[in-house]
């Protein structure tokens, strides 16, 4: 199985700065046949479900702000919000779809 | 706009069958593969297994002795059933639709918390 790890597990961001959460899997989820990397991005607000961000590590979903960016390849992952908005407070989660069992990072904290 | 809403009870006795149904609201039920992931209170997440249609399902090793998905296109329903519950079980299960192009999940249901508890 693919262990996904995040870090840090919490993380306080003043507005307008910049939050970088990062990724690692156990092992590659860049596919050589497609050279795409089997990773999405999720937020989570309180007392909501899951929200995608981006998939593909970079393609940014429909909808999902500018200011939110996914970043790197094979084993080392990370998703940039550029300047940080109050509406940004959530938990984040990776997931790679790589192989099966689809796994999930322990999500990551962040707050103001 | 699609929306999932995920039903059931709410409390289930340990070593009975934990049942569970997505209702799917707008859109197409049959042109999609649909999961379901659960969140223990306070932790992270777990994928369960999906399904598509065509009878093709796949699930979580650690679970595939327990779980059976299936659905119903005319109720444009997915239903997930989870046998020998245990506490362990205690989630908030989601319904999720799997997106167009991989297995990344770009649709939710609100979730439905089932305790497992005598």
């Known amino acids: 199985d693919i262990v996904m790890t995040q870090s840090p597990d919490s993380l306080a961001v003043s507005l307008g700065e910049r939050a970088t959460i990062n990724c690692k899997s156990s092992q590659s989820i860049l596919y050589g046949s497609d050279n795409n990397n089997y990773l999405a991005w999720y937020q989570q607000k309180p007392g909501q479900p899951p929200n995608l961000l981006i998939y593909w590590a970079s393609t940014r979903e429909s909808g999902v702000p500018d200011r939110f960016s996914g970043s790197g390849s094979g084993t080392d992952f990370t998703l940039t919000i550029s300047s940080l908005q109050a509406e940004d407070v959530a938990v984040y989660f990776c997931q790679q779809y790589y192989s099966n069992p689809y796994s999930f990072g322990q999500g990551t904290k962040l707050e103001i | 706009q699609v929306l999932l809403q995920e039903s059931g009870p709410g409390l289930v006795k340990p070593s009975e069958t934990l049942s569970l149904t997505c209702d799917v609201f707008g859109g197409s039920i049959i042109s999609h593969y649909w999961s379901w992931i659960r969140q223990p209170p306070g932790k992270g997440l777990e994928w369960i297994g999906y399904?598509?249609?065509?009878?093709?399902?796949n699930y979580n090793p650690s679970l595939k002795s327990r779980v059976t998905i299936s659905g119903d296109r005319s109720k444009k329903q997915v239903s997930l059933k989870v046998t020998s519950v245990t506490a362990a079980d205690t989630a908030v299960y989601y319904c999720?639709?799997?997106?167009?192009?991989?297995?990344?999940?770009?649709?939710w249901g609100r979730g439905t918390l089932v305790s497992v508890s005598s």
């Open positions: 999720a639709r799997v997106g167009a192009t991989g297995w990344y999940f770009d649709l």
């Open positions: 399904m598509y249609f065509s009878g093709t399902t």
